[in-house]
């Protein structure tokens, strides 16, 4: 058993029936493993890697993208494996960097690291028994794991991709494969046989609002302006007649105007619709911050707004914005009206209750704007039972500074340790860094992705069953979101059985509860004809059930 490794430390790890099938593989063939967030990934690459130096296969190197998840790949690894761990990113100097290469068992870097210490003839892969490459789906075009990839190729020795997001088109997963040197999938979403028993109960909760009276007025006056400026469009032939114009229109609008731009066309109805465009963009995102974050954020991007209009070299965009009277009066109506958040007090009820009942439980609040974060982290830190903290990117934005990746891992640790017990954060805590499973996760407001909409609610339920509380404001794009992303996630499910599928006829494929799907040797030119076409070599019986669940998805859409 892959559990008894004899390296493997003290800690007891779970018995998880899938992680050791998805094992097994990995340590038979190269293999890209596609495990969504929680269901341990980094489980797996422990065993195999556990198993590879227990058998003397040779070192081992693990690279991830990011700074803060090396490191957290070398604790967990120095916390479960009983081996000579070694650390490297682009700090440590080049020399300490050969010294540790050679005199580690394992190896855990970025990957641009590597690639240079190979370029310059600091590194070697020659004694290398497994590459693991961690975010693997981004080893395309020229990133440097595609340039690990190709020289690894020359050693024969085994790989192991992981990704929680591989995207639902083949010809992509097989370029990862291509580039890395991978012979099978490994593919499991928790619903599949050998995975359904590992998984907590998640109780998802959606809350109503109400839109505050003085709210919805200014929201009124706001879409009578998008409107009006969607109909100049609509005059002009930059837009089809509709009776509802959606953000995608605008969008399209302005592909198709700066198209014409950038081939040289010069005349006053394109530059107009451009300025048009601008304008309608930047009314949709004051829209959608009255809608989802309420008052307090509409004022703080008013402000910048005005800002711009009132700077002579800003676009003319801009200037013109401010002139709309819908816009102007909204604006004035914003600016007297005491901001009511719905949403804020709704929150703060929430986790009184939670603490109430579990003194030491730990909460993330998603959000996706920092000025919102900013808000909820000033209102929670008023209470007694509360030790909020803000968790945001690294970027700066304006006077607004972000985290540095060392920050970022202090402010995770001190979470783990209860030093804080309430993360309110934006899209950043989502995927990549190990943040502790959680009792409660809340949503400020539904967002349309199916992906980020899995990675938030992941981040409870792991060691027990969880609860999710997503604040929905009524008559609002909060709806369309909500609706949305549900839609996504059941297509989603939908195309993973797919994806299974028509994989299965260019790589071998691995089944739920352990056995494989020997893919047919076809030419190149035969399988890209296939995936094109959308068939397989599968008997007439296969292909009409395939048809079947298209038409399905068409009539349910």
């Not at 269901?39 to 693990?62: D, F, H, S, W």
Request: proline share 4%; with cysteine.
């Amino acid at each position: 058993m892959l559990l008894d490794n004899p390296l493997l430390g003290p800690e007891k790890l779970e018995e998880r029936a899938y992680q050791v099938n998805i094992a097994g593989s990995c340590l038979e063939r190269s293999t890209l493993v596609v495990l969504p967030t929680g269901m341990g990934k980094t489980v797996v690459a422990l065993l195999v890697i556990a198993e590879v130096l227990n058998q003397e296969r040779g070192r081992v190197l693990l690279m991830a993208p990011t700074k803060p998840l090396v490191e957290q790949h070398a604790a967990f690894l120095r916390q479960h494996v009983e081996a000579k761990i070694g650390l490297m990113t682009g700090e440590i100097p080049p020399a300490d960097r050969e010294w540790t290469w050679y005199h580690e068992d394992v190896i855990v870097s970025t990957p641009q690291v590597v690639k240079n210490d190979l370029r310059h003839e600091r590194a070697s892969l020659d004694d290398v028994g497994l590459v693991v490459f961690d975010e693997a789906h981004r080893a395309v075009g020229d990133y440097a794991y595609v340039n690990v990839g190709e020289v690894y190729k020359g050693v024969h020795g085994l790989v192991m991709g992981l990704t929680a997001s591989p995207g639902s088109d083949p010809e992509r997963i097989l370029d990862v494969c291509r580039n890395l040197g991978i012979e099978g999938v490994e593919i499991r979403t928790e619903y599949d046989p050998d995975v359904v028993n590992y998984i907590h109960d998640v109780k998802v909760e959606q809350l109503r609002v109400d839109m505050p009276a003085s709210t919805r007025r200014i929201r009124d006056l706001l879409k009578s302006a998008f409107e009006e400026v969607a109909s100049k469009l609509r005059e002009k032939g930059f837009l089809q007649e509709r009776r509802r114009v959606t953000i995608r229109d605008i969008l399209a609008a302005q592909k198709h105007v700066q198209g014409r731009l950038n081939r040289g066309e010069k005349n006053y109805h394109l530059y107009s619709a451009a300025s048009a465009v601008a304008i309608a963009l930047k009314i949709n995102h004051a829209l959608q911050l009255v809608e989802t974050q309420g008052l307090a954020a509409l004022r703080s991007y008013m402000g910048k707004l005005e800002d711009e209009a009132k700077d002579e070299e800003s676009s003319k965009a801009s200037r013109m914005l401010v002139k709309i009277p819908k816009v102007r009066e909204a604006f004035k109506l914003a600016r007297v009206t005491q901001p009511e958040d719905a949403k804020v007090p709704r929150i703060v009820e929430i986790l009184q209750k939670q603490f109430s009942s579990k003194s030491d439980s730990k909460v993330i609040v998603f959000t996706h704007y920092r000025e919102t974060a900013k808000l909820m982290v000033k209102e929670i830190d008023q209470r007694p039972w509360a030790r909020p903290f803000r968790f945001v990117g690294q970027a700066d934005r304006g006077d607004d500074l972000g985290l540095k990746q060392r920050e970022q891992v202090e402010l995770v640790e001190k979470f783990k340790s209860g030093e804080y017990n309430v993360m309110v954060a934006t899209s950043v805590a989502e995927e990549g860094l190990d943040i502790p499973s959680t009792d409660l996760v809340v949503f400020y407001e539904p967002i349309p992705s199916e992906i980020r909409t899995i990675q938030r609610r992941g981040r409870t339920g792991r060691n027990q069953p969880g609860r999710v509380v997503v604040l929905v404001t009524r008559d609002s794009r909060d709806e369309a979101h909500l609706y949305s992303a549900r839609r996504k996630e059941r297509k989603m499910h939908e195309e993973m059985d797919r994806l299974r599928e028509m994989l299965k006829q260019r790589i071998l494929v691995g089944m739920p509860g352990g056995g494989f799907f020997a893919a047919p040797r076809l030419s190149d030119e035969s399988s890209r004809y296939l995936l094109e076409r959308g068939e397989d070599e599968a008997p007439r019986k296969e292909r009409a059930a395939r048809k079947q669940a298209s038409l399905s998805d068409f009539e349910s859409a």
